[in-house]
């Protein structure tokens, strides 16, 4: 794709033209001159002109038919019999479907293009040069000015991008996204713009493709093999298998029949793992370097390549999204094939060629751009877990917008908050400037903030500005900031909401909203200020143990704060904090978190030991004396399902991919140095727990028993979250004697590395019976021992995104439990200096 808005002369045009007088002192001889073949979006293109012309200088041009257009100047608007006369040569097949030209030709003014949009599009371009602009959909910009003279043009106008959507709330609006030339899947963008480019299914299709509720009973094998079990529940499909390639084909052919409206047809993973273990996906998986989105471009190539066959005009999108997100050794897309590479793993903050936590993933960028000129990016631009949070991203977007046009990206999905009501942080700025870059790399991302918040803030958009400035101190590297990173799933307690942060920004926004001119000024600023009173009131909602309990301080105080704070955010119409959770929801959840839970404590003279029974019989703090320090993870208030996350848990579930059954405990007796506890499931199993110390060291005892009349599938899972605190020094590392002999010391991120990961360890290349996890720059290290014996697989997870967190994660034997038997493991845990 060409990149936006080159001038050039065209064939047959003198370049030196003089310009023209298109209105004078609120009057004009021109007209607006449309073919009687005017596509429906060159009617608005005409309609939009003549609005904005009276608006601009109180003169109504009239809009005319091209079969009798009259004598005099003309604005010709779109390809018309006039046009084709005055015999300019204008490279229609070149401007496609979107791109225009914008010229003067003798007393003429000629706005014309691809008749789909490239004339609607122009006729924006040329209303911004006369100073237009579309900040929001209640926000604009139209100067007043009674005479419009305009210089010779000779321009023409293409996208960097050939598809282009901010997926914001506030973007959809459909006479903001044509004027400000976005044409993605979501805006409500109709025939009178010129359509869009739109998908059917959106993404995440493989079961609408094959649903399980359909087949999966008759036909497990068309679903993913994991563990040695062929599943359904948060699975795949088996992409080897040919009968799945068969029905999946027939079933897009049966969309593209039904929806001839869409333009590309999604065949794309699930939103989680549970990719196929087969033998038949492993070795295509070999035959692609170990790539796992090797069987899946296979697999979707070949639906291409049938579709073609019956609609060549149709095109067939994936993702390289999480487990596929490494390119293929061998397999290329189709020329029919659109890629969405998403980097869900990168830092924000930071321009991705400039920040180590990335460097991951521009490897894979440049992969895919080697192997496909046809590549789409999925970017993320928002706190999908807080939408309100702020997200100080205009640094990286500004700078990774074009990066992407650089390295041959043709389509960009901006994907922000979305929820009805919208709301997300400084969205409708965020959707503006995204707009301006998508469609030219080369516009000045700085320029239209500043055009923004002078006009959507007013007198305080100083005070504003002033407020973002502050906020990406916060994150631009040393020496212009401090150096924090940004995630897309991160907590208020985030490093780079400093208190002293927090504390200026509510400052700079208080003093707007007292400057703020007029009322509406002013309630925008107070949206604003909902992000910190946001992260304070989270913050203030974290769990401290106090008298033996666990609970948050004051909690009649942060209920009344917290309701109060919701009537706020109702009135500016969100409906959302969090993506895909409700605000009644969040009302629910606050009830259960306004309990107190009682603790139990273990202490010696080396570790205190916090548990609690009702939270899963959780450790919540694990605490190593002599160096004063916590070893456990302590999750953040903002986290879903707190207090009930973090530090060791154990539990049971129906096999190694399930999820866990609930469990209802009891302590039998306590101690300083031990308790007992037993927990009841509403299978009928029982397990019964001892944790107790042992002068250095913490143990757990775990038995699971069947006391029913029935054998019962299960495993025991024992986890521990270790957390290492220097959330911006990233070396975490795990280190154990392997049972093949090894000896296995690993950092688990460095620069080039992903930001996170998990992996399961079986046979051999478990640990003997002995692993831990520790920072590289010292401090203690967690050690955690059990039998080998009782111990089938170990799972591994970490991840280095603002929180530094390692969990070691332990699993029985997979069994059935005879009626009166019973699964044990038992494990220590203990704190080690590192050398």
């Avoid at 060159?42 to 608006?55: D, I, M, V």
């Avoid at 100083?462 to 924090?484: A, D, N, S, W």
């Avoid at 699971?704 to 070396?731: C, H, I, M, W």
Wanted: proline share 6%.
């Amino acid at each position: 794709m060409q990149i936006a808005r080159w001038v050039l002369c065209l064939v047959g045009i003198d370049c030196l033209a003089a310009g023209l007088t298109l209105v004078e002192n609120g009057h004009s001889p021109y007209k607006i001159v449309l073919s009687t073949q005017a596509s429906p979006s060159e009617r608005r293109a005409a309609e939009e002109l003549q609005r904005f012309l009276k608006e601009i200088s109180g003169c109504t041009l009239p809009i005319v038919s091209d079969e009798r257009p009259g004598r005099g100047p003309m604005v010709l608007v779109g390809r018309s019999r006039p046009l084709d006369r005055l015999r300019v040569r204008i490279p229609w097949d070149e401007l496609g479907s979107e791109g225009s030209v914008i010229l003067t030709h003798g007393p003429h003014l000629i706005i014309a293009g691809g008749r789909q949009r490239g004339t609607m599009y122009g006729v924006y371009i040329f209303l911004e040069k006369l100073g237009c602009r579309w900040f929001t959909a209640e926000v604009s910009r139209i100067p007043k000015q009674q005479t419009i003279r305009l210089p010779a043009l000779h321009e023409i106008h293409k996208p960097s991008f050939e598809y282009r959507e901010p997926f914001f709330t506030e973007a959809f609006d459909r006479d903001w996204a044509a004027r400000n030339r976005v044409n993605g899947h979501f805006a409500r963008l109709d025939e009178s713009t010129g359509g869009k480019i739109q998908y059917y299914p959106f993404v995440h299709t493989f079961y609408q493709l094959l649903p399980p509720e359909q087949y999966f009973r008759d036909h497990p094998e068309y679903y993913s093999l994991i563990a040695g079990k062929r599943r359904a529940e948060r699975a795949q499909l088996c992409l080897t298998n040919p009968e799945v390639l068969q029905l999946a084909t027939q079933k897009v052919l049966e969309w593209i029949r039904t929806h001839p409206e869409a333009t590309i047809f999604s065949v794309s993973q699930n939103d989680w793992t549970g990719w196929c273990e087969c033998d038949r996906c492993r070795a295509v998986e070999e035959e692609e370097g170990g790539a796992h989105s090797g069987p899946l471009l296979r697999f979707v190539n070949a639906i291409a390549e049938e579709v073609e066959k019956h609609y060549p005009d149709k095109l067939i999108d994936t993702l390289a999204y999480w487990y596929t997100e490494a390119p293929p050794a061998r397999v290329r897309p189709r020329r029919n094939v659109r890629i969405r590479l998403c980097p869900i793993g990168a830092c924000q903050a930071h321009p991705y060629e400039r920040c180590d936590r990335n460097a991951y993933f521009m490897a894979r960028l440049r992969a895919w751009a080697k192997i496909t000129n046809q590549l789409y990016v999925w970017h993320y631009n928002t706190n999908f877990a807080h939408y309100l949070m702020p997200f100080p991203d205009f640094d990286e977007l500004i700078e990774d917008i074009p990066m992407y046009h650089r390295h041959g990206v043709v389509g960009l999905f901006m994907e922000g908050a979305y929820p009805p009501g919208g709301g997300g942080e400084m969205a409708e700025l965020r959707s503006y400037v995204m707009a301006r870059l998508l469609w030219d790399v080369r516009s000045d991302g700085r320029q239209a903030m500043r055009e923004f918040l002078d006009a959507v803030y007013g007198n305080v958009a100083p005070l504003i500005g002033e407020y973002l400035e502050l906020l990406h101190r916060q994150v631009r590297m040393p020496p212009e900031g401090r150096g924090h990173h940004l995630w897309i799933f991160q907590h208020p307690s985030a490093p780079y909401l400093e208190r002293e942060f927090l504390g200026q920004a509510r400052q700079l926004l208080e003093r707007a909203e007292r400057e703020a001119a007029d009322p509406v000024v002013q309630d925008r600023v107070r949206k604003v200020k909902l992000s910190i009173d946001y992260v304070e009131l989270v913050r203030s909602m974290a769990f401290e143990i106090r008298d033996g309990w666990y609970g948050m301080p004051e909690p009649d105080r942060i209920a009344e704060r917290f309701r109060k704070f919701l009537d706020e955010v109702r009135r500016f119409g969100i409906q959302q904090l969090h993506e895909g959770r409700s605000l009644e929801s969040d009302e629910k959840e606050l009830e259960q978190r306004l309990q107190q839970y009682g603790v139990v404590t273990l202490e010696n003279d080396v570790l205190k030991v916090e548990l609690v029974p009702a939270l899963n019989a959780r450790i919540v703090q694990l605490r190593h004396k002599p160096s004063n320090s916590e070893l456990l993870y302590q999750p953040d208030p903002g986290e879903r399902g707190y207090p009930n996350t973090g530090g060791i848990v154990v539990q049971v579930h129906p096999d190694y991919q399930a999820s866990a059954w609930a469990v209802q405990w009891q302590v039998l007796s306590a101690s300083s140095q031990l308790v007992r506890l037993v927990g009841s499931l509403a299978n009928g199993l029982r397990l019964y727990r001892v944790v107790r110390l042992r002068g250095d060291r913490l143990e757990l005892e775990n038995r699971l028993e069947n006391g029913t009349s029935a054998p019962v599938v299960a495993a025991l899972q024992v986890r521990a979250s270790y957390g290492a605190g220097r959330p911006e020094d990233a070396r975490l590392a795990i280190a154990y004697p392997a049972r093949d002999g090894r000896r296995v010391d690993r950092t688990l991120f460095e620069p080039g590395l992903e930001t996170s990961g998990a992996e399961t360890l079986t046979g051999g290349q478990m640990p003997a019976g002995l692993w831990k996890t520790f920072h590289r720059a010292g401090g203690v290290q967690l050690v955690n021992s059990f039998r080998a014996s009782d111990v089938e697989r170990v799972r591994l997870e970490w991840s280095v995104r603002g929180d530094n967190r390692v969990s070691l994660v332990l699993w029985s034997p997979e069994v059935e439990l005879a009626p009166g038997s019973a699964v044990e493991m038992t494990t220590e845990y203990w704190a080690q200096s590192s050398p």
